[in-house]
């Protein structure tokens, strides 16, 4: 039975398919909110109020075939809530994170090409500058890189424009990549450095996939790196600049109309005066 189906029979009542909702999203819940917190307790808690929920709202959902987007806007709304209580809506910390056990899962083998001292040492980094994304940049990150969702789901996640989605995935990018190239890693490792991300902050009890991160994952399309790029620093800059450039093209050819106008009035009057004398 496909999901859709299982969504359907436990919005009706069926126990069976409610318990395998329940498993499931037990699993990649857990995933989400921890990469989203770092914190292995903290994603505990926010775990179980997401999961209640569901089992309460599930019979509102209208779109079976998005419960997951739906899922996960609900425990994104948990992580926002506790946040905006703590007063810390912008950055985490790493210190609760289960060290031993991301050591444990760095150590196994990996074809991305680095020895394990480097490996080492870029999963620290990653760690730190993820927990340093402000939380919608951090998310939009997960739900693209490590959930692997299309824009369209991200979307619905966010209850926003897919195209706010995509600006909003390229300007995270452009921070993430900003943050690890102030510790001197190159423009390409950010896909293993999302990839080390993947791997050591996934748990024992989650199924979830430890596989590589496609680089089509960090396209956004023409039309969101424009916008996106206008927003930022540089994009401001560069419009401010090309702004002016054209406020003075467009001085230059008010002022060299008023002198045609002033030469043609000059020449009028010199023409009548010529006639009257």
């Not at 997960?142 to 424009?161: N, P, Q, T, W």
């Not at 450039?245 to 030469?263: D, E, N, P, S």
């Amino acid at each position: 039975m496909g999901l859709t189906a299982v969504v359907v029979a436990a919005q009706h009542g069926d126990k069976t398919s409610m318990n395998r909702l329940a498993e499931e999203a037990e699993q990649r819940v857990y995933a989400y909110i921890n990469r989203l917190t770092l914190d292995h307790d903290l994603t505990e808690e926010l775990l179980q109020q997401t999961l209640l929920k569901m089992v309460e709202s599930l019979k509102d959902l209208r779109e079976p075939e998005l419960f997951w987007p739906w899922l996960f806007r609900t425990a994104l709304g948990k992580v926002q809530h506790h946040y905006r209580a703590q007063g810390q809506s912008r950055r985490v910390q790493i210190s609760a994170l289960e060290r031993e056990e991301a050591r444990d899962r760095l150590a196994r083998k990996s074809s991305d090409g680095l020895t394990f001292a480097a490996r080492k040492e870029l999963t620290g980094i990653i760690l730190q500058a993820m927990s340093q994304l402000k939380l919608n940049y951090r998310n939009v990150v997960v739900l693209r890189c490590v959930e692997g969702m299309s824009y369209h789901e991200i979307a619905d996640v966010l209850g926003c424009k897919e195209l706010h989605a995509r600006v909003l995935f390229f300007r995270a990018r452009t921070a993430l990549r900003r943050l690890l190239s102030q510790r001197g890693f190159r423009e390409g490792v950010l896909l293993t450095a999302l990839g080390l991300f993947k791997l050591v902050t996934s748990h024992t009890k989650t199924a979830c996939a430890t596989g590589p991160i496609q680089a089509a994952y960090l396209q956004v399309g023409i039309l969101a790196t424009v916008v996106g790029a206008v927003g930022s620093r540089l994009g401001v800059a560069l419009v401010t600049f090309f702004g002016l450039l054209t406020a003075g093209v467009v001085l230059q050819m008010f002022v060299a109309v008023f002198v045609v106008l002033m030469f043609v009035v000059l020449c009028s009057a010199i023409t009548l005066y010529l006639e009257w004398s």
